[in-house]
């Protein structure tokens, strides 16, 4: 978390499916164009919607994740992954 290469962000992400599975269950394109529209009525910089290539629910799509905070990793390199691989742990309670 010291690393000045990560910042703790309380940024709330909306997450849109537009993997395979959930493209074929639905219109995750659609879904995004709503949710843009629906972002204009919060502050700038509070929210953020984006797209990700699987939420691994692939049978319920079309799937849409709301989270908040985090760890933003910022100008990454390929020494990154131990950093992400750390953060992940601690978020599943294991032992590093
Ligand atoms: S393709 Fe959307 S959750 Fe896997």
């Known amino acids: 978390?010291?690393?000045?290469?990560?910042?703790?962000?309380?940024?709330?992400?909306?997450f849109v499916c537009k993997g395979d599975a959930c493209s074929k269950q639905?219109?995750?394109?659609?879904l995004r164009v709503s949710l843009k529209q629906m972002a204009r009525g919060f502050p700038a910089q509070a929210l953020k919607v984006s797209y990700v290539s699987c939420l691994g629910q692939c049978g319920e799509g079309p799937n849409?994740?709301?989270?908040?905070?985090?760890?933003?990793?910022?100008?990454?390199?390929?020494?990154?992954?131990?950093?992400?691989?750390?953060t992940v742990r601690s978020a599943l309670d294991l032992a590093p």
């Open 1 to 14: 978390v010291d690393s000045p290469e990560t910042r703790a962000t309380d940024k709330v992400f909306v």
């Open 26 to 30: 639905g219109n995750p394109e659609r």
């Open 64 to 86: 849409i994740l709301v989270c908040r905070g985090g760890e933003l990793f910022t100008r990454c390199t390929q020494a990154s992954a131990e950093a992400v691989e750390r």
